[in-house]
């Protein structure tokens, strides 16, 4: 219903923001995985070209709707973003299939050129098109694939892992701690020192909630399913 009808938004938990969109995605995840099976790179990359000019539409799609209909909503629809969940499932495809045609040191080199390019892209194009970081992710994800080179340690590194573990904390907590401490940190010191304070005590919130109530409730539904299991 949520995705059909605005009035029914945020009513299951509160602040939903994409998930609706996502739910509606799965639905056809399975027929693009079999559509995208036997798929080539080249026209994987015009079918995703396509579909995002199409959803690039989608405001004016809006339009001739009645008011109120998120499944055309300009901002989170599904016409706008299922380019990116196609190109997700075609990329995967082709991944899965495809034996790596360059050298470790090559995939070495892609991967630090990738990783240079996406913040001096973003630098420059402040509202830069999803399109970019769609094919941006896919290169990196192949490319790391393809190496056993130094390039792995940047993603695999005790920090970024450790990042990875408390990421679902650090996304329920950070809108709320920044509303509340970031006005008075950015009046005592400037906006770059505040955010890289905030960051900062962001990761060590989000730290302690993961130590204290996610990591605590994980252990409790594995023993519970592993009890289960037992039973059974």
Known sequence: LNVFDHTYANSLIGVEWTIPLEMLAYVFLPFLFYATKKQGWKLGLFTTIVLYIIGKQASSIEDLLPDGQTFFDSKFS???????????????????????????????????GLVVFLPLF???????????????????????????????WLFENKLI????????SIYLIHMP??????????????DGPALTLFTGILIVASTLTYVTIEAPLVRCGES???KLQQHK
């Not at 194009?125 to 990196?140: C, E, N, Q, R, Y």
């Not at 892992?161 to 679902?168: M, N, Q, R, V, Y």
């Open 161 to 168: 892992l450790h990042l990875g573990k408390i990421s679902f």
């Open 224 to 226: 519970l399913f592993n």
């Open 78 to 112: 599904l016409i706008k973003y299922f380019f990116a969940f196609y190109a997700g499932t075609w990329a995967y495809n082709r991944i899965a299939t495809t034996n790596f045609k360059f050298t470790a040191k090559t995939n070495d080199a892609i991967v630090y």
């Open 122 to 152: 973003a630098m420059f194009f402040k509202t830069s098109p999803w399109l970019i970081v769609v094919f941006w992710t896919i290169a990196l994800i192949y490319a790391l694939l393809g190496t056993k080179g130094p390039s792995r």
């Open 177 to 190: 701690l920044c509303q509340r401490i970031m006005p008075t940190l950015e009046l005592g010191m400037g």
